[in-house]
């Protein structure tokens, strides 16, 4: 039986191979359409017909499926390209925070646990990183620092965290304080200071309430550049996780991934931030859940940080 | 200079074109001299062409005696011929810095 399928194997495989090589240009051709059929309309025809053109010129034929599949999926980018529509991937700061919450039956402890961002820096692309780590007894400082290279010139960034904390038996508290400072280009300094301040009841069962205060203070040289302060408020009940992240006057600032994972429980969502706040349902209740929020500065609030004026005005 | 995102794959794209700046250049010619695929390098032309750097242009042939469909030719503008050349020479000085810009976390302290 063995050698009846070798046989039938070497007589097919020559046949089908060949079979697979000559639809290769009609699918090649089928795709590239469709791939042109992704852009806005007025744009079709055109790249259609230039798509075309690459493709009659390219030697081989399953060089022409592979070009047609990466237009195919890049095809999303070129219609955002020629519409104008910024692209979130585009933004001019991408940051990830980290944070675990444990549980014990005696006391809520509140930690900290590091997170580190990556991104190599080139041109406008931005990366940073921290670690922090923060619990009742052990509390930790600590400096990153993030270096910017546009056509602009270099920046140099010291970011600077500083974590306390202070038991309460009804209420606890876990502070931080964020410094921020940058010289731009030798001609321009910027400072912020932000205070965070968390509040978690003790009491099992008890509808956990999470809170934080951020004030944030930009300067230029001295002078204040307040106009887009930035406030966070985050309250758990239990199950339901409330997040808010905007602008004092209400400016969208960009995009929130949530990642929550809770025993085998993995779950993430992508929010776009519209409004002032969004809800998020977790899982299960929280013994020990990790969440890890991120967030993308659309490169016009990164702008008009920069310049001074606020992202409401950049925007119109 | 008209706003564009400048990645190193942009900068391949205008190395090339700044190489001769005033010959017309389509697609594939273009892939080949900087080695993208043609689903990196398209969406580059896109945005540089909407920002004002390149002007294309149909071909000037009949598709069907050539037997084939019209390429698309792309050059630098005059503006952008000038910034292609800033960026090129921003990105050579910018992109040398090459130290570690994560130094390891300071040494933790207890406040309060």
Known sequence: MRWIAGLLTLIALPTLRSEIVEWCPRLATRILRAAARRLPDGFQERYEEEWLAHLAELPGRLGGVALALSLYVRAPRISRVITGVALLSE???????????????TRFRYR?????????IAQRDLSFSFVAASDWQRLTYHASRVIVANRDGVSDYTIRYTW???????LRVVGSEHKLSSVESGHSEYQTVARVVLGCPLRRGAATKVGYETEAEHTQAGEPITQPVIYHNVHTLQRELTLGIAYADG????????QESCGSVRRSATINVTESEFSWKMARPIPTARYSLMWEWPASAMEAWQSGRSAYDADS | MADVRIS????????????SPLDKRYGLELSRATGLAAGTLYPILARLERAGWLMSEWEESDPKADGRPRRRYYRLSEDGAEWARDALIDAARTLTFTTDPWPKPAAGGVVG
Do not use: D, E, F
């Open chain 1, 91 to 105: 933004t001019g700061m991408i940051g990830q925070l980290g944070y675990l919450w444990k549980r014990s039956v």
């Open chain 1, 112 to 120: 900290l646990a590091g997170r580190i961002g990556k991104i190599a």
């Open chain 1, 164 to 170: 306390y904390g202070r038991a309460n038996p009804a």
């Open chain 1, 251 to 258: 400016t969208p600032i960009g995009r929130v991934v949530c």
């Open chain 2, 8 to 19: 190193l794959q942009t900068l391949r794209v205008l190395s090339a074109l700044l190489q």
